[in-house]
Every structure is written in structure tokens, then in C-alpha cells.
């Protein structure tokens, strides 16, 4: 018996390490989060023009096209996380003169991490972003408290496969034209769904944290410019009345309060259906097309008092 216990506790002393040595190892292998925080040691204080949001700016503005820009969107990103990113890191970026923030159809009314199934994506802020919204002494402390990702991560190392990566300039690189999927109206539809989250009653969380980063913006005379990415027909088809409706009283709001521009172009009809990767994410292709009206329009409010294309 004394044996037995004793094979028992080096098993699972052998596990334990083997465990946390694949901690250390995962921690240490580059991801998007860990590739903004070096875009932002190393080019943040040249940076002119900061991209926020959601894999809706990830994949569809290519940063490195544009003058001076870096890109801190990522995928499922709050409001909140663009505005704790931005607060930490902004005294990094002081030439920022310009900041492009996604407003998605579910920008103001998804759930927050903390209170959904998503609040594994908090691990990455504070591994690899050095959020501190939570302490050390907590699972979000942890790649191994999300072990779907960790043990991901590891395979895809002992294999050689490709770790999820983004540009020098925080481009999302997975999305490629060779990639791309078939668009259907049933694909439409089920990704419209799964945004769809308006009787949940996150309203309140997310305008709290849009304003704060709009007043972040101001406050350091950064010029917080608006823009929804074109989505697909399909996509745009089946989003909920309900929720469109709420969406759009609250930025018309938010838009009066703080006279800010918006840049609309999710019914661009220069779109076609090759430019989206899926329904409602543009592809490689896509996201130049759009990158390049983005530049043009930008370019000319250097000339104007605004934007104004509300």
C-alpha cells in the first residue's frame, strides 16, 4: 500500500511539472496580444493613428498600410479592453494625434467577459497585455485555467504548426484569401444569432466603457473617429430589428454627446462577396480594399475641420 501511495504521489509530482513547465513554455510563445505589446515597445512612440475593436477592424485595416498606425483590436474585443489597453499604455504612444473605433452590431450590447462563457479571453490581458484588472493570485493568472488553448498552443508547437499571429503593426494574418469560405443565407443567419444578445441587458456596461475611452481620447487630444467595416448581405439581412434599433439610439446619442464623426461603410456597394473571408469579416483582399478608401477619406480630413459622414 505504502508503494502504491507512493507511485501515486510521484505521478502526479511528475504531472505537476510537466504541467508547469508547459505553462512556462506557452507563456513564452508569440501570440496577437503578445505581438501588440511589442508593436507598442517598439513603434508606439511614433504612432499617429491607433485602431481599436473587434476582429471586425483585426481583419478588416491592414495598420501597416496606413501612415504612423498601429492596431490594438483583437478578436471579441470589448469596449472595455479598448479602453484599458489604451489607458495603460497610451503614455507609450504620445504622438497619437487619431483613434479608429469599431462599432460593430453588437458593440453595445455583448456580454462582458467576466459574466459570460468568453471569461477565458481575460487570460490574455493579463498574461500577455499585463491588464491588471485582476491580481496575480488569480485564475486569470493561468494559460492552464484555459486548457482548450494551452494544450492548443503546445500541439501546435510540437507539431510545427503556425501559431495564431499578427502583423508588425497588429494586422490579423489568419483570414487569407486561399482561406476563404463559402458565404450562405443560413451562414448568415447563424452568425447574426449568435451576436444577437439585446434582451441580456449589457447596455449599461459597454456605453460605461465607450465613454471612457471617448473622454481618454479627448482628454489627451486624440481625434476618436467612428467606423462600422462593410459585412456581408447575407449577414446584414438577418441581424435582429430590435437589437438594430437599440444600436442605433444609443450611437446617435453617443454621437450627438461627444460630436463625433462615423465612418459607415457596411453597405458599401464596392464590396462584393469575394472581398469578405465569411459572412461578416472582410478577407486579405477585402481588408486592402477597405484600408485604401480609409487612407484616402483620412487624408482629406487632414484638410478639414472633420469627417462628417454621418
Same mark, same amino acid.
Given at each position: 500500500?505504502?508503494?502504491?501511495?507512493l507511485?501515486v504521489?510521484?505521478?502526479?509530482?511528475?504531472?505537476?511539472?510537466?504541467?508547469?513547465?508547459?505553462?512556462?513554455?506557452v507563456?513564452k510563445?508569440?501570440?496577437?496580444?503578445?505581438?501588440?505589446?511589442?508593436?507598442? !515597445?517598439?513603434?508606439?512612440?511614433k504612432?499617429?493613428?491607433?485602431?481599436?475593436?473587434?476582429?471586425?477592424?483585426?481583419?478588416?485595416?491592414?495598420?501597416?498600410?496606413?501612415?504612423?498606425?498601429?492596431?490594438?483590436?483583437?478578436?471579441?474585443?470589448?469596449?472595455?479592453?479598448?479602453y484599458?489597453?489604451?489607458?495603460?499604455?497610451?503614455?507609450?504612444?504620445?504622438?497619437?494625434?487619431?483613434?479608429?473605433?469599431?462599432?460593430?452590431?453588437?458593440?453595445?450590447?455583448?456580454?462582458p467577459?467576466?459574466?459570460?462563457?468568453?471569461?477565458?479571453?481575460?487570460?490574455?490581458?493579463?498574461?500577455?497585455?499585463?491588464?491588471?484588472?485582476?491580481?496575480?493570485?488569480?485564475?486569470?493568472?493561468?494559460?492552464?485555467?484555459?486548457?482548450?488553448?494551452?494544450?492548443?498552443?503546445?500541439?501546435?508547437?510540437?507539431?510545427?504548426?503556425?501559431?495564431?499571429?499578427c502583423?508588425?503593426?497588429?494586422f490579423?494574418?489568419?483570414?487569407?484569401?486561399?482561406?476563404?469560405?463559402?458565404?450562405?443565407?443560413?451562414?448568415g443567419?447563424?452568425?447574426?444569432?449568435g451576436?444577437?444578445?439585446?434582451?441580456?441587458?449589457?447596455?449599461?456596461?459597454?456605453?460605461?466603457?465607450?465613454?471612457?475611452?471617448?473622454?481618454?481620447?479627448?482628454r489627451?487630444?486624440?481625434?476618436?473617429?467612428?467606423?462600422?467595416v462593410?459585412?456581408?448581405?447575407?449577414?446584414?439581412?438577418?441581424?435582429?430589428?430590435?437589437?438594430?434599433?437599440?444600436?442605433?439610439?444609443?450611437?446617435r446619442?453617443?454621437i450627438?454627446?461627444?460630436?463625433?464623426?462615423?465612418?459607415?461603410?457596411?453597405? !458599401?456597394?464596392d464590396?462584393?462577396?469575394?472581398?469578405?473571408?465569411?459572412?461578416?469579416?472582410?478577407?486579405?483582399?477585402?481588408?486592402?480594399?477597405?484600408t485604401?478608401?480609409?487612407r484616402?477619406?483620412?487624408?482629406?480630413?487632414?484638410?478639414?475641420?472633420?469627417?462628417?459622414?454621418?
Open positions: 500500500m505504502r508503494r502504491f501511495l507511485y504521489s510521484l505521478f502526479s509530482l511528475i504531472v505537476v511539472c510537466l504541467l508547469a513547465a508547459g505553462e512556462i513554455y507563456r510563445l508569440p501570440n496577437p496580444y503578445s505581438d501588440k505589446l511589442h508593436a507598442i !515597445d517598439s513603434i508606439g512612440d504612432a499617429e493613428l491607433v485602431i481599436l475593436g473587434n476582429s471586425h477592424t483585426y481583419y478588416g485595416l491592414i495598420a501597416d498600410s496606413l501612415p504612423d498606425a498601429i492596431s490594438l483590436a483583437n478578436i471579441s474585443q470589448t469596449y472595455e479592453y479598448d484599458r489597453i489604451l489607458d495603460k499604455y497610451i503614455h507609450l504612444m504620445p504622438g497619437l494625434k487619431q483613434a479608429l473605433i469599431d462599432v460593430s452590431y453588437s458593440s453595445f450590447h455583448e456580454i467577459f467576466e459574466e459570460g462563457t468568453d471569461w477565458k479571453s481575460e487570460i490574455n490581458y493579463k498574461l500577455y497585455l499585463d491588464i491588471d484588472k485582476y491580481p496575480d493570485l488569480s485564475i486569470r493568472n493561468l494559460q492552464l485555467t484555459d486548457f482548450k488553448v494551452y494544450s492548443g498552443k503546445l500541439s501546435k508547437a510540437l507539431t510545427g504548426k503556425k501559431q495564431l499571429r502583423s508588425p503593426r497588429g490579423g494574418l489568419d483570414y487569407t484569401d486561399e482561406t476563404i469560405r463559402e458565404k450562405t443565407p443560413q451562414g443567419k447563424e452568425r447574426a444569432k451576436h444577437t444578445c439585446v434582451s441580456e441587458g449589457h447596455e449599461a456596461h459597454n456605453i460605461l466603457y465607450f465613454r471612457k475611452l471617448i473622454e481618454l481620447c479627448i489627451n487630444g486624440i481625434k476618436p473617429v467612428l467606423i462600422t462593410p459585412t456581408h448581405t447575407f449577414y446584414r439581412q438577418s441581424l435582429d430589428s430590435m437589437q438594430l434599433k437599440s444600436a442605433d439610439k444609443i450611437l446619442y453617443l450627438n454627446k461627444y460630436d463625433l464623426d462615423l465612418i459607415d461603410m457596411s453597405e !458599401d456597394p464590396f462584393n462577396s469575394n472581398d469578405f473571408w465569411d459572412v461578416d469579416h472582410l478577407s486579405r483582399s477585402g481588408a486592402e480594399k477597405l485604401n478608401k480609409i484616402t477619406i483620412l487624408t482629406q480630413t487632414d484638410k478639414q475641420t472633420g469627417i462628417n459622414l454621418r
